[in-house]
């Protein structure tokens, strides 16, 4: 497979693991009736200001595997963002790009390089996150979009690619610049796992136009096509069914065959009236419609035809006519017509997604930046949010009632703000995980999604049309008369609205649409979050940083043995035990202040019969042969010892 060069490459591919594990510091727990809580809420709904590098390394221990849905808007390099470079990769090379800041092109010839080294390490500690059945969506514009489709098909397999969405960020397209108007950006899709399905969306009221219930029926239903392909490797199924109407015989298209097998269309046929099965010596007939000659031709299959005769079956099919419901196979033209088959609007599943997602649909930029101004007085803090609805979207397709979603480039709380949303619309208990690098992960990223648990207060525009004329080819001499009554009807009501938009030619109709601005009160949503500052390394120079408070160290230890998060509540009588798993006992034998020996006589510290023990401790007195034959493993804990 071809795969992307470019400066500093060789560098970043596993820099992940060069990458030293932090641990996170709870700050505060915010809920809507306890906002100043310090103690933890444990909701599950993180916020993290840090460096979302080290961040993510830092949920592994008890993330990895878990996240089934990661959505991140990352810088899109255009120039213009004013990034900067700040991974600490040991490398000439990268080390003099510390602390610059991304550029245009003509100023900075290395900015495809460095976007690339600063994305490919958190690409694969993301894909390291996900659970075998999630999935990530990443927004980027065309700026990048075939550098990070290359190093995804690197990281997550070509065979993960799931779909390139075009989003249609704009409503209006900008006459003011020269070329092709841009009008959508790229959502990229990648699974953990080949072949991932996405949750087929809500049923629209279009879908369901085409369905009715003329028969008084169980359910609304649509009628289809009664046959399936395949009639020559189907012979069975591809025979004459007698009309009860008109007694004529019915028998599929040619290269065709009933959907049902006979059994079960007997049974439909006898919902109208008396049938039985009768050899009607049409294997010529029967031989055509299934493309085969005559001689080859599956025999003994028979129709099914009227038991009574014609006058009897038509009164009883016309009363099931008349009185309803009909079988699920029924004749068409109030009973005169051919077979059609029912399928019930309760048989049917959703919309299946595409990969175009209008903004009537999913939102606009337009829309999203006014989310903001209601939310923080009038200002936007960001230049190009996402909609709520967008990443609501993502939600419907992606996540269930309980999913973790990570969004490791947060920026204005956008994802928490939509998981919320989901939740109370769909009794849910989703759970978010933010990670912003930025001062105002906390004054702006925190406070949206406080915000949006409370309620807040907000100005609230209601939109109506005040004009509309629609133009045809009589009456398009008197355009100019239209505009001047537009003009007027604007005048008229300058005391009712305070906004009005310019007469628009919107589909063949002059249009004024106005705007009245009300003070109103934004529901709160509920819900709840912890805040956290990325702390300390778990490592100082290769030694333990004692520093660390110990259960964060006892969960490292017990994810690097086993990936696996640490569950199990500690017990005195236990206290050294982390957890048996997969047979095997695994031990943190250590205390602060001084150095732990293995002994004999310490052999106390195993607490359950497993098959294995894997025992941390500073040392170890124990014969090898000792250690075989009790099969006991034993692991030094990386400290400075010699202060003891």
Known sequence: MPTLNWIGKEKVVNHHLDVPFYTLE??????????????????????????????????????????????????????EEKWVYNDNVNDPHIRKWLGEVVGKEGEDLSRHDKWLCMMYPRLVLVQKLLHPQGVAFISIDDNEYTNLKAICDEIFGKNCFVANISWQRTYSVRNDKDGIAIIVEHILVYSKEPNWIPIKLERTKDMDAGYANPDN??????????????????????????????????????????????????????????????????????????????????????????????????????EVYNKGPWPKYFFTKGGLGGIRRKTYITEVEGKMPTNYWAFDEVGHTDEAKKELMEIFGGKSPFDTPKPTRLIERILDIATDDDSIVLDCFAGSG?????????????????????????????????????????????????????????????????????????????????????????????????????????????????GSFDYYELGQPLFVEGNLNEEVDEEKIRQYIYYTETHEPLRRQRKEESRYLLDTFQNTGYYFYYERDHSTELTVDTLDIVTEKASQYIIYADVCRLPKEFMAEKHIIFKKIPRDIKRF
Request: aromatic share 10%; charged share 25%.
């Open 217 to 318: 029926d169980i359910a609304p239903w649509a009628s289809v096509i009664p046959t399936a392909p395949s009639a020559s490797s189907h012979q069975g199924m591809v025979y004459a069914i007698q009309q009860p109407f008109t007694g004529e015989f019915l028998y599929p298209t040619v290269g065709r065959c009933w959907s049902f097998g006979q059994e079960e269309m007997l049974r439909f046929m006898n919902g109208w009236c008396e049938y039985e099965l009768r050899d009607l010596n049409d294997d010529a007939k029967r031989a055509e419609i299934c493309g085969v000659p005559e001689e080859s031709i599956r025999k003994g299959i028979k129709a099914i035809v009227l038991k009574n005769d014609l006058t009897t079956s038509q009164i009883a099919a016309q």
């Open 26 to 79: 709870h700050q505060y727990g915010f809920h809507g009736d306890k906002p100043n809580d310090k103690s933890e809420t444990r909701s599950g709904n993180l916020i993290i200001h840090g460096d979302n590098l080290m961040a993510l390394k830092a949920l592994l221990p008890e993330y990895e595997g878990r996240v089934h849905c990661a959505y991140f808007d990352p810088p899109y390099n255009t120039g």
């Open 414 to 526: 956008t994802t928490a703000h939509a998981v919320l949303m989901t939740n109370k619309k769909k009794h849910s208990n989703r759970r978010f995980i933010l990670i912003e690098l930025m001062d105002y992960a906390d004054t702006t990223t925190a406070y949206r999604v406080k915000k949006a648990i409370t309620g807040y207060d907000a100005k609230m525009k209601h939109e109506v049309e005040i004009y509309n004329k629609k133009l045809t080819i009589k009456n398009l001499p008197h355009y100019a008369q239209y505009l001047e009554e537009a003009k007027a009807v604007t005048e008229r009501e300058q005391g009712n609205y305070s906004e009005f938009s310019q007469p628009k030619l919107v589909d063949n109709c002059i249009r004024v649409t106005a705007t009245r601005v009300s003070n109103g009160r934004v529901e709160g949503l509920g």
